[in-house]
Nanobody, 121 residues
Framework: QVQLLESGGGLVQAGGSLRLSCAAS????????MGWYRQTPGKQRDLVAT???????NYADSVKGRFTISRDNAKKTVYLQMNSLKPDDTAVYYC???????????????WGQGTQVTVSS
């Protein structure tokens, strides 16, 4: 079964830190760009950060200098280290992969189930 399994969300006070992880299931052999998006109720899902297979990263302006995205290709896992968290960072965070090779063929635009991050003031 093809899955992106997210973990690491939770409740934190403003100024605190959290680390999100997203691991691809064993049936996924190759992975392209990985990333994190976030969404609040009634709003569209917005880019937080992406990282290409060669390590090139891209960040939303609102998180630059506070969040760091990284990936471990051997573990098929992407991470999001979030520091200096603000109440405005409160959202459901979704892991994203633009393309992957699986034992059942290629898949595109694949999403995780989401993990809640809540930052209290």
């Amino acid at each position: 079964q093809v899955q992106l399994l997210e973990s690491g969300g939770g409740l934190v006070q403003a100024g605190g830190s959290l680390r999100l992880s997203c691991a691809a299931s064993a049936s996924i052999f190759t992975i392209g760009t990985m990333g994190w998006y976030r969404q609040t109720p009634g709003k569209q899902r917005d880019l937080v950060a992406t990282i290409q297979s060669d390590g090139y990263t891209n960040y939303a302006d609102s998180v630059k200098g506070r969040f760091t995205i990284s990936r471990d290709n051997a573990k098929k896992t992407v991470y999001l280290q979030m520091n200096s968290l603000k109440p405005d960072d409160t959202a459901v965070y979704y892991c994203y992969v633009d393309r992957m090779g699986t034992n059942k063929g290629p898949l595109y635009d694949f999403w995780g189930q989401g993990t809640q991050v809540t930052v209290s003031s």
